[in-house]
């Protein structure tokens, strides 16, 4: 999945999203719990405050006493966690739990807490042995006693932060496992929803292979739309290249008919001036020819759903040349796998594979080999490459650009005319292609073409 790609847009933005969710869910889940805990912790020592209020009393020396015990046991147990302890407001006589041994709480860190309608205030204060506590404390006026009194009840808050962590790692692992789960839904669910999309894809790769013509099958509301409109573009671009056509053949029939008329003339007379004419004649057809051969090739080139097997075009032109060489006991092997193809039309392979097949036969000594290497990326797409190499003489380096030039000829003695290599570097360029002159392994020319697939 790239990270420019749709797929990873929506699953991104929808994975925020759904983790900011769950993180501000899990807070608000733990707040809510912590509260509840503490309310609970808060009540149960509030319950012990009564109970230790009630059983609290004023004997008949005017002391406080104590006239029962409270039922929670860990009252009695030194250094518990869970404490009472009841204070006179003035410099008197203290009661306090087996459970403080010789300790007493120190109640100042409470001093600036809040009380409730009922004379009720809760906060947290260190205890013995640096304990966190949780205090519940209320100043009461005994019947027989001359000042307030201030009645204690302190419980251990590591009970609380205990109850509390558990959840949290529950919440916590309840959390992650969501959000996995969420992370899943959203993949199947961004790739089921994008599937169409695959589909538009592999049937556009199956129009530029040339194995289809149109978009072809059903597909959802928001893009059938697009695949209508990809069809009509698709018909429009045939249109344009079928009236493309016509114009070229009317073009180049209205054309050569003059031609032939003025050549015939020419050819009358026989002086310099119907010479003349007929070599600017002569001329003016091969311009025309190449002009519009190549007006041909740059509709065919781009045109959609144009495929060419390579290998049954090189097996043809191999044989051909062998026939025609065959006094020279000239052999040509092919190398080309059946499945490459070439994404253009039949008769520009046919020249360009011929045109440097038939070079590489002129020079040869006894052997020629044409091998094709397919699945090449070049620019974003996929090339084949088709190398003719020849066991010649071979062309120097400085030499090469020279042949590729229109009309360039290095041997006169050979026949031609020099525009071979120069049409079929014409041909590579008009497809994206480009045609490369390398020293063959043989010891001749290695001429390596590069094409656009219709496999890719």
């Known amino acids: 999945m790239r990270s420019d ?5 929506l699953v991104a933005g929808a994975a925020l999203w759904s983790a900011v969710a769950l993180v501000v869910g899990g807070l608000v889940l733990s707040a809510i719990f912590r509260n509840s805990v503490e309310r609970s912790f808060d009540a149960r020592l509030n319950v012990l405050l009564d109970s230790l209020i009630a059983t609290t009393e004023v004997d008949a020396a005017g002391n406080l006493v104590r006239i029962r015990e409270l039922s929670e046991t860990r009252f009695d147990l030194a250094y518990s966690g869970w404490y009472w302890q009841v204070s006179p407001l003035a410099e008197r006589t203290a009661l306090r739990s087996r459970s403080l041994f010789d300790q007493t709480l120190d109640l100042s860190s409470g001093r600036d807490a809040g009380r409730n309608d009922f004379g009720l205030k809760v906060f947290d204060v260190l205890g013995p042995e640096n304990q966190r506590l949780r205090v519940a404390e209320r100043r009461v006026a005994l019947p027989g006693y001359d000042i307030r009194v201030s009645f204690a009840v302190a419980g251990d808050r590591g009970e609380i932060d205990v109850e509390i962590q558990g959840f949290n790692t529950w919440l916590f692992m309840a959390m992650a496992a969501m959000g996995a789960g969420l992370l899943v839904a959203l993949l199947i669910q961004v790739r089921f929803g994008l599937r169409p999309l695959d589909r538009v894809r592999l049937a556009l790769a199956q129009i530029r292979s040339g194995r289809a013509t149109r978009l072809e099958g059903e597909f959802p509301s928001e893009i059938e739309p697009l695949a ?11 249109e344009v290249l079928e009236r493309a056509r016509t114009h070229v053949g009317n073009l180049a029939h209205a054309l050569k008919t003059p031609l032939s008329v003025l050549t015939n003339e020419a050819r009358t007379h026989k002086d310099s001036f119907g010479q003349t004419v007929s070599r600017v004649a002569e001329q003016m057809r091969e ?3 190449h002009h519009l051969a190549r007006a041909r090739m740059a509709a065919s080139a781009n045109v959609l759903g144009v495929n060419t097997p390579v290998a049954p075009v090189l097996t043809r032109i191999s044989r051909a040349l062998e026939r025609i060489h065959a006094d020279r006991g000239l052999v040509l092997a092919v190398d080309c796998p059946e499945t490459t193809g070439f994404r253009g039309e039949a008769q520009d392979l046919e020249e360009v594979a011929g045109n440097l097949v038939d070079n590489a036969c002129k020079w040869a000594a006894s052997r020629v080999v044409l091998r094709v290497t397919p699945g090449l990326l070049r620019k974003g797409r996929t090339f084949f490459m088709l190398a003719v190499e020849d066991d010649g003489p071979g062309l ?14 290095l041997d006169e003695t050979k ?3 020099g525009l071979g290599l120069s049409i079929v570097t014409e041909i590579a360029e008009l497809y994206g292609g480009e045609l490369r002159l390398e020293t063959s392994e043989m010891g001749g020319l ?6 656009p697939a219709s496999t890719d």
């Not at 209508?228 to 045939?238: F, P, T």
């Not at 030499?399 to 000829?409: F, I, P």
């Not at 290695?446 to 094409?451: G, I, M, Q």
């Open 396 to 409: 120097p380096e400085d030499a090469r650009q020279t042949v590729l030039k229109r009309g360039a000829r």
């Open 446 to 451: 290695r001429a390596e073409l590069y094409l």
């Open 415 to 417: 026949p031609g005319s």
């Open 287 to 289: 311009q025309i020819d």
């Open 5 to 9: 790609s749709l797929a990873f847009r």
């Open 228 to 238: 209508d409109e990809l069809n009509r573009l698709l018909d429009g671009n045939r």
